[in-house]
């Protein structure tokens, strides 16, 4: 009896010892959200995807238009398949191709729904868009999401572009912290003493000489709601050097350009419904508020925090200006005289 139990003991013994390990499966690609630029045949474009478990979600857009176009698809064995969303929800346009996240490219072609037209795509990635979570003080929530640019960062170089980006994603953050300390109240047991911060900033142009951010700064410090601020980023290169861009560079001097742009301003607020512009509150926009905009080939578009055109429940408004509607008014020598084409007058 003694015998049989040794003999199977060595038995499995030596099953296990030459048992191969299942092997383990692969811990699943993402989160990770990338910002790309490129062509879709001819038409310059710009693109967020985000990757996540074999999902891939985001949005595109034409830089002629710069209209936001829904993408929803599978990322599968280093490949992205992306559906094309009309404004109905309904496939419009397939695109596809294989993508290693890491090489700084993405290839492929997009296909009309009805598989009539193809157009081959070439995709460089600007930009990884970071997220970033912590609390601060044991009281304050902070969120951080922003554009990472990826070429400096892979050279080891330093960019004064991204030492902007940092600093716009990141002081309402230290500003928060600040009050805080100063003040010194320390209640934990309030409910108001609760605080939160959440800056954003997603690229809506990008090219090696301007490169065009909106950004947002949500704060809520206890009371009956928080509230989100418009903090767009424009940046132009000179060589080695960045500057941020003002209005005054990017319009013509003595042009009128101030009154044109109250003008234009005001009908489409009036057309959104903004109720303050409606009732006769607002009467015109004076330049001071027209510091908050973002660039683009589409245009210049400007925006406009709750409480400026309307109570709180409307939010921000938007209002995107043509170049076309500004011609002989931008400053074509300037950091937008490469996009800005239809403002010739």
Not at 153 to 166: E, K, T, V
Request: aromatic letters at 10%; glycine letters at 8%; charged letters at 20%.
């Amino acid at each position: 009896m003694k015998r049989i139990v040794l003999v199977c003991v060595l038995a499995t013994l030596l099953m296990l010892a030459f048992a191969q390990p299942a092997p383990a499966e692969p811990a699943p690609y993402g989160p990770v959200t990338l910002h790309f630029y490129g062509k879709v045949g001819t038409y310059p474009v710009e693109m967020e995807l985000t990757i996540d478990d074999g999902k891939a979600t985001g949005v595109y857009w034409y830089e002629a238009y710069s209209t936001d176009i829904e993408l929803e698809g599978t990322y599968h064995n280093q490949t992205v398949v992306l559906n094309e969303k009309d404004a109905d929800g309904n496939v419009a346009a397939r695109l596809a191709g294989s993508l290693n996240p890491l090489s700084g490219q993405w290839v492929g072609t997009w296909t009309s729904a009805d598989g009539k037209r193809a157009l081959a795509f070439d995709l460089k990635l600007a930009a990884e868009i970071v997220k970033t979570t912590e609390k601060r003080l044991g009281h304050i929530d902070v969120q951080v999401v922003r554009p990472v640019l990826v070429d400096a960062l892979a050279a080891a170089a330093d960019d004064p572009a991204q030492r902007f980006i940092d600093e716009a994603a990141l002081s309402p953050v230290d500003d928060m912290v600040r009050d805080d300390l100063n003040e010194a109240v320390f209640e934990p047991e309030e409910y108001w003493f609760s605080h939160v911060v959440a800056t954003s900033y997603q690229i809506r142009y990008f090219s090696d000489d301007l490169l065009s951010i909106m950004g947002t700064v949500y704060t809520f410090l206890g009371g009956a709601h928080g509230m989100t601020n418009a903090a767009p980023l424009n940046l132009v290169r000179y060589g080695d050097e960045v500057r941020t861009v003002a209005l005054t560079d990017v319009m013509r001097a003595g042009s009128g350009w101030e009154k044109k742009l109250n003008s234009y301003i005001m009908s489409n607020l009036k057309k959104q419904g903004a109720a303050w512009v409606l009732n006769g509150d607002v009467k015109s926009v004076p330049v001071e508020q027209l510091q908050r905009f973002t660039l683009t080939p589409a245009g210049i578009e400007f925006y406009f925090d709750a409480y400026e055109m309307g109570p709180y429940s409307d939010g921000m408004y938007s209002v995107k200006v043509p170049w076309i509607e500004l011609k002989g008014m931008v400053n074509l020598d300037g950091p937008v005289g490469s996009i800005a084409s239809g403002a010739r007058a």
